[in-house]
């Protein structure tokens, strides 16, 4: 059941965090000729002569790419943020990134200063970086574990639509012209305001205010709230249990959830579904979509529209997933989706390579590219920001949301940097390489993964530790604890000095 509040947390946190990360993701290519326009005339009126190509292509190249940077910086921010401030309000502060970007964009061209337009990127990439951190860990923790899936999609989707709407305003009729580029910039702000009136009214995480606050009482208004209902004992026992294992534990770093060997299948689950997400390709298939829907013979007039049905099939495809995941599952939307792609990869480059054989053979690689974009939003484009949350317990998610974060911005840099030179070496069998990747994404997540849906963040730890070989030091302390009840008579000592020796050791 989706209550009032919970769906109001939902799609206000979604709106002002994701959103904004889809909608900055796509905004940038509409105004692309406008822009660089821009930064000629600023350069002329400075130095008193037109830029040079080569310094024009850096300082675009610049403005697109530091948006990554500023991701990275915006997900090591996270753990400071989400400490003291908690997830609701880190959501709030992070709208100040937003606004102050969005003021930095939109008034570069009036004064004339062009940085003003890169700082305002890098900002709005740090915004990015917290959002894409925080919001997945605040969904996952307000929701009951029956549509955990289904409200950790909310994420997913709103990337989608933000990206769909950047694409509709980059239309020539609308703002995607040469007068009016700076506000597709200024529009930024709207979301940002909506979040910041709308999410005061509603509960922190009552797993932050168990876990982090010890306010029991806090946490019982947070559940009653959110779960639309006033017997909330049943979710509070869940909660409880784990917080009788971790009352003693704090926070763990990152250097220390990557050294625990209880979670180091955990840790390169989620560092493998991240990195696959950035390195799947996707990205490529956008470099490619204007010039595949030139040879099957769009009029060049007409590509920027046609290019709103993929926007329109990856927002479709987001919302399908979110959808069937509490019904088919985590694991089977990831690794079937990895392996569409890996299909569709391969009959693209094969109907790339004869496009000039027949005339039907263009229309079939519109359909590849809208497959592709289908495959990739109906799973993997939403599920490693939901097993982030879910495989680790809430000590860890911190540290486990920076890792996640920091691999998904170093790839998404990695992509923007070597794609142009793979794609000049290997041109149309490039997506051979982003094959490759998806299989053996999809080979690692069929053999490793278990399934999540429905289960406590115990009962996920438990079906990691046989491949593990340990166990964490709660399970071993809670295993003596029961050997002693049944009458193998273990020292009560030796069965909790497991739990005390971990935390003396810093080490969780």
Same mark, same amino acid.
């Given at each position: 059941?989706?209550?009032?509040?919970?769906? *109001?947390?939902?799609?206000?946190?979604?709106?002002?965090?994701?959103?904004?990360?889809?909608?900055?993701?796509?905004?940038?290519?509409?105004?692309?000729?406008?822009?660089?326009?821009?930064?000629?005339?600023?350069?002329?009126?400075?130095?008193?002569?037109?830029?040079?190509?080569?310094?024009?292509?850096?300082?675009?190249?610049?403005?697109?790419?530091?948006?990554?940077?500023?991701?990275? =910086?915006?997900?090591?921010?996270?753990?400071?943020?989400?400490?003291?401030?908690?997830?609701?309000?880190? &959501?709030?502060?992070?709208?100040?990134?937003?606004?102050?970007?969005?003021?930095?964009? *939109?008034?570069?061209?009036?004064?004339?200063?062009?940085?003003?337009?890169?700082?305002?990127?890098?900002?709005?990439?740090?915004?990015?970086?917290?959002? %894409?951190? =925080?919001?997945?860990?605040?969904? $996952?923790?307000?929701?009951?574990?029956?549509?955990?899936?289904?409200?950790?999609?909310?994420?997913?989707?709103?990337?989608?639509?933000?990206?769909?709407?950047?694409?509709?305003?980059?239309?020539?009729?609308?703002?995607?012209?040469?007068?009016?580029?700076?506000?597709?910039?200024?529009?930024?702000?709207?979301?940002?305001?909506?979040?910041?009136?709308?999410?005061?009214?509603?509960?922190?995480?009552?797993?932050?205010?168990?876990?982090?606050?010890?306010?029991?009482?806090? *946490?019982?208004?947070?559940?009653?709230?959110?779960?639309?209902?006033?017997?909330?004992?049943?979710?509070?026992?869940?909660?409880?249990?784990?917080?009788?294992?971790?009352?003693?534990?704090?926070?763990?770093?990152?250097?220390?959830?990557?050294?625990?060997?209880?979670?180091?299948?955990?840790?390169?689950?989620?560092?493998?579904?991240?990195?696959?997400?950035?390195?799947?390709?996707?990205?490529?298939?956008?470099?490619?979509?204007?010039?595949?829907?030139?040879?099957?013979?769009?009029?060049?007039? $007409?590509?920027?529209?046609?290019?709103?049905?993929?926007?329109?099939?990856?927002? %479709?495809?987001?919302?399908?997933?979110? &959808?069937?995941?509490?019904?088919?599952?985590?694991?089977?939307?990831?690794?079937?989706?990895?392996?569409?792609?890996?299909?569709?990869?391969?009959?693209?480059?094969?109907? &790339?390579?004869?496009?000039?054989?027949?005339?039907?053979?263009?229309?079939?690689?519109?359909?590849?590219?809208?497959?592709?974009?289908?495959?990739?939003?109906?799973?993997?484009?939403?599920?490693?920001?939901?097993?982030?949350?879910?495989?680790?317990?809430?000590?860890?998610?911190?540290?486990?949301?920076?890792?996640?974060?920091?691999?998904?911005?170093?790839?998404?840099?990695?992509?923007?940097?070597?794609?142009?030179?793979?794609?000049?070496?290997?041109?149309?069998?490039?997506? %051979?390489?982003?094959?490759?990747?998806?299989? *053996?994404?999809?080979?690692?997540?069929?053999?490793?993964?278990?399934?999540?849906? $429905?289960?406590?963040?115990?009962?996920?730890?438990?079906?990691?530790?046989?491949?593990?070989?340990?166990?964490?030091?709660?399970?071993?302390?809670?295993?003596?604890?029961?050997?002693?009840?049944?009458?193998?008579?273990?020292?009560?000592?030796?069965?909790?000095?497991?739990?005390?020796?971990?935390?003396? $050791?810093?080490?969780?």
């Amino acid at each position: 059941d989706w209550s009032c509040s919970l769906l *109001a947390a939902s799609l206000a946190g979604a709106f002002g965090s994701s959103f904004l990360y889809g909608y900055n993701l796509s905004v940038v290519n509409a105004p692309t000729p406008y822009i660089k326009a821009f930064y000629n005339e600023s350069w002329e009126r400075r130095h008193g002569h037109p830029i040079d190509p080569d310094t024009l292509t850096l300082l675009w190249s610049v403005t697109v790419s530091i948006f990554a940077i500023g991701g990275l =910086v915006g997900t090591l921010m996270v753990k400071m943020f989400g400490r003291i401030l908690g997830r609701k309000n880190t &959501l709030l502060v992070n709208n100040g990134f937003a606004i102050s970007a969005a003021l930095l964009m *939109a008034c570069s061209l009036r004064a004339g200063i062009f940085e003003m337009l890169i700082v305002g990127r890098f900002i709005m990439g740090v915004d990015g970086g917290i959002a %894409l951190s =925080v919001l997945p860990m605040y969904l $996952n923790e307000i929701s009951p574990k029956e549509i955990r899936g289904s409200l950790g999609q909310v994420t997913a989707i709103f990337i989608c639509v933000g990206v769909f709407m950047g694409q509709v305003l980059g239309l020539p009729e609308l703002l995607g012209k040469e007068s009016t580029w700076p506000y597709l910039f200024g529009v930024i702000v709207v979301p940002a305001f909506v979040q910041l009136l709308s999410l005061p009214f509603l509960p922190e995480s009552p797993h932050y205010l168990l876990f982090e606050k010890h306010n029991e009482a806090g *946490a019982v208004k947070a559940f009653q709230k959110f779960l639309g209902k006033t017997d909330v004992s049943r979710v509070m026992e869940e909660v409880l249990a784990e917080s009788r294992v971790q009352r003693n534990i704090r926070l763990v770093s990152v250097l220390e959830l990557l050294r625990a060997p209880f979670v180091r299948y955990q840790v390169i689950t989620v560092v493998i579904t991240m990195a696959c997400y950035q390195l799947c390709g996707l990205n490529a298939i956008w470099f490619y979509t204007n010039s595949i829907f030139g040879e099957a013979g769009i009029p060049p007039g $007409n590509i920027p529209y046609i290019t709103l049905s993929t926007g329109g099939v990856e927002t %479709l495809a987001a919302v399908f997933s979110g &959808l069937v995941i509490e019904r088919l599952g985590r694991r089977p939307l990831l690794i079937g989706g990895f392996g569409l792609m890996t299909l569709f990869f391969g009959i693209l480059t094969i109907t &790339l390579t004869l496009q000039d054989h027949a005339p039907w053979v263009p229309y079939l690689s519109i359909v590849c590219v809208l497959a592709i974009i289908a495959s990739f939003c109906s799973g993997p484009g939403g599920i490693p920001f939901i097993l982030t949350g879910e495989l680790l317990q809430q000590s860890q998610r911190p540290a486990a949301f920076i890792i996640a974060g920091t691999i998904n911005w170093l790839s998404n840099f990695v992509v923007g940097l070597l794609f142009p030179f793979i794609q000049k070496s290997l041109d149309t069998y490039c997506f %051979l390489v982003f094959a490759a990747v998806c299989f *053996a994404g999809a080979v690692y997540l069929y053999f490793v993964l278990p399934e999540t849906k $429905n289960r406590t963040h115990a009962e996920i730890s438990q079906a990691f530790a046989k491949r593990n070989k340990a166990y964490p030091p709660e399970e071993k302390a809670d295993s003596a604890v029961a050997d002693d009840e049944t009458g193998n008579r273990k020292p009560k000592p030796d069965s909790s000095s497991t739990l005390d020796n971990y935390v003396k $050791n810093r080490v969780v």
